[in-house]
């Protein structure tokens, strides 16, 4: 899939998610940032399944080199912040685009709502690393403003 291809479908999913959820994106509602990624996963899923992937909100395992048991070796998807001076911590993306139990990774996002983004660096550096380290296809960074107009979407890496 390209770069323009995805790209047009954030774009019809996030004019959905304004369309059918507005209220969501309102500062004064303050809701939380998993309630507002669900809503745009849902819809991010409905153009992706026909081509064989699924859409997980927070999704945290990947399998590991060798088979453990019934499931394989499951792990968390660690990513080394150290560059950042935060030492390494457990991340896991606001939504995936990818086939699970395999190495089809195409798309991760992370969504901010502009009027909580203070963290938006460390999103930016997150990006990057899930490219890097685990293979991502694409990374991009959402901003949500109360209207669509003033919306963004980057995509990465971001360096």
Known sequence: MTKPFIRS???????ELYSKDALLM?????INE???????????????QKYGYIVD????????DTVGDAVGNLMGKRLNWEENEQGS?????DIIVHIRDTDDNLLLIE??????NV???????????YIKE???????????????ENSQILFGPFN
Not at 89 to 93: A, E, R
Not at 111 to 116: G, I
Request: hydrophobic share 35%; charged share 30%.
């Open 26 to 30: 309102d500062s004064a509602y303050d």
């Open 89 to 93: 911590s457990y991340v896991y993306p």
């Open 9 to 15: 479908i954030i774009r019809k999913s996030l004019m």
């Open 119 to 129: 963290k938006k660096s460390d999103d930016l550096l997150k990006i990057t690393e």
């Open 57 to 64: 909100v927070e999704y945290n395992r990947m399998r590991g």
């Open 111 to 116: 969504v901010k709502m502009s009027w909580k």
């Open 34 to 48: 998993r309630t507002v990624t669900h809503r745009l996963a849902i819809y991010l899923e409905s153009y992706f």
């Open 134 to 148: 685990i293979g991502y296809q694409y990374g991009v960074y959402i901003e949500l403003s109360p209207d669509i």
